[in-house]
């Protein structure tokens, strides 16, 4: 059973600081890996999508990387902003049931200004 | 990116009644639908998926009595729940996706379901 977990639970940073998130997995048999930020009772905003044969994905001050074999996966924030507080959500797809998607609790991120 | 919306974003109801929570794919046909429950500070855990026309999967301990799910088109999904109790208050969110396997699912915004 795929299990996906997060650390830290939460995280606070002062701004402009660079800082990584971290992710890992259970079951290396993904299709894909993917981060989304998640807003105080908002829905799910799509961040970086990682497929299994990649190693990371860029988008502006965000880099995700997926070390698959490791069960790992990164997602580093570059010179943080207080508008990045969020809840950042790691998910995975499962290769094996190929619509589940499986995720893990999240990191709650607090840039202090 | 495709746009999937949600209808009430939020409701409160007494114990004992019915809530439905619709999902709609705005601009393109959804084939299947998934609903997710999540409880505060706890992850997004998936409830059922349910395929255009035929009856939805539920996971392993979710009560199929209790959450009924519709998927009558294309492009409505809706998941009623049945005798709501406090327990049950939760942010309900769906995902929508065109084909199967494997397209990319679109999250809708949410419901905060509050049961008194």
């Known amino acids: 059973k795929q299990e996906v977990t997060q650390i830290p639970a939460a995280l606070s940073v002062p701004e402009g600081e660079n800082l990584v998130l971290n992710c890992s997995f259970t079951?290396?048999?993904?299709?894909?890996l993917q981060w989304f930020r998640q807003d105080p009772g908002k829905g799910l905003t799509s961040l970086l999508l990682?497929?299994?044969?990649?190693r990371e994905q860029t988008s502006g001050r965000l880099n995700a990387s997926l070390d698959k074999s490791s069960g790992r996966s990164t997602l580093y924030i570059a010179a943080s902003q207080p508008g990045d507080s969020a809840t950042y959500l790691c998910a995975v797809r499962d290769a094996e049931r190929d619509d589940k998607i499986i995720f893990g609790k999240g990191t709650r991120l607090h840039i202090l200004p | 990116g495709a746009v999937v919306s949600q209808h009430p974003s939020w409701v409160i109801c007494k114990s004992g009644t019915s809530v439905k929570i619709e999902c709609r794919s705005l601009?393109?046909?959804?084939?299947?639908m998934f609903w997710y429950r999540q409880f505060p500070k706890q992850s997004l855990m998936l409830m059922a998926t349910?395929?255009?026309?035929?009856?939805?999967?539920?996971e392993q301990g979710v009560e199929k009595d209790k959450f009924l799910i519709n998927h009558a088109s294309l492009t409505l999904s809706t998941l009623t729940v049945t005798s709501a109790h406090p327990e049950d208050s939760s942010f309900y969110i769906c995902?929508?996706?065109?084909?199967?396997?494997?397209?990319?699912?679109?999250f809708g915004p949410g419901t905060r379901l509050t049961v008194l």
């Open positions: 995902s929508a996706m065109w084909a199967r396997p494997r397209d990319t699912q679109y």
């Open positions: 079951d290396s048999a993904i299709y894909n």
């Open positions: 601009d393109f046909q959804a084939t299947t």
């Open positions: 990682i497929q299994s044969s990649q």
């Open positions: 349910s395929n255009e026309g035929s009856k939805a999967t539920y």
